[in-house]
């Protein structure tokens, strides 16, 4: 079974549409993120998000809206996409507690054409 | 800013043991030392993290110093499915700061 698990992994798509992103853990963590990816490789957090409430919002332009319906489901959705929103995104949750590791999804790779 | 450095590249023949190191001067009291890695195309996978005393589980070893300024993550038997981007982090209590890891290949 999948731990965390992000759909679409591909997603391609024109500037200025709107798109979502879903995750999803199974492992009954507390603590959801966003990541993103870039071209050269950096991840960088985006989101954060406990017992579904936000508690970190990284200076993401506000086209970037997550929505947690539950403490299991963290999704990403993206209004006026950009050429520079072309990235991979990846979805991690973690478990309460001072030391707990974060487990990550495979990614969503978005396309701005 | 990632707290860390390693280097960008290393080599390790299959079957070696695979020592990747790390400097975190910067390191606070309350800082644990993360590592993660990056197989192509996938999401970063948790190897193992401390706080001050060595560590080891089925995948890997870390080794602290006693100043805590630096470790080093052990792959005791490297295998080719270990090439990957090999990540060094310090991280008080929930945000991780990718730095550009080490890359780590594994050749026959």
């Known amino acids: 079974d999948t731990a965390v698990s992000q759909t679409p992994k591909y997603l391609v798509t024109q500037m200025g549409n709107d798109k979502s992103i879903k995750c999803e853990q199974n492992?009954?963590?507390?603590?959801m993120y966003w990541y993103k990816q870039d071209s050269k490789k950096f991840l960088k957090i985006m989101f954060s998000?406990?017992?579904?409430?936000?508690?970190i919002n990284e200076t993401v332009p506000n086209r970037f809206s997550p929505k947690s319906p539950d403490k299991a489901h963290l999704n990403l959705h993206i209004n006026s996409l950009e050429l520079g929103d072309s990235a991979v995104y990846f979805c991690?949750?973690?478990?309460?507690?001072?030391?707990?590791?974060?487990?990550f999804g495979d990614g969503t790779r978005l396309s701005i054409l | 800013d990632a707290k860390t450095t390693q280097p960008p590249s290393m080599d390790c023949a299959e079957g070696r043991a695979a020592n990747l190191p790390c400097n975190h001067s910067?390191?606070?009291?309350?800082?644990?030392v993360y590592w993660y890695r990056q197989i192509h195309s996938q999401g970063p996978q948790y190897i193992i993290h401390?706080?001050?005393n060595n560590e080891t589980n089925e995948m890997a070893s870390l080794i602290i110093t006693e100043d805590r300024k630096s470790s080093t993550l052990i792959l005791p038997h490297a295998t080719l499915r270990d090439t990957a981007v090999y990540y060094c982090?310090?991280?008080?209590?929930?945000?991780?700061?990718f730095g550009k890891g080490t890359m780590l290949l594994v050749s026959p």
């Open positions: 991690a949750s973690r478990a309460t507690g001072y030391n707990q590791p974060q487990h």
């Open positions: 492992l009954g963590h507390d603590t």
């Open positions: 998000y406990n017992n579904k409430e936000l508690i």
């Open positions: 910067t390191i606070s009291g309350n800082e644990y």
């Open positions: 401390g706080l001050k």
């Open positions: 982090i310090v991280s008080g209590y929930s945000t991780l700061t």
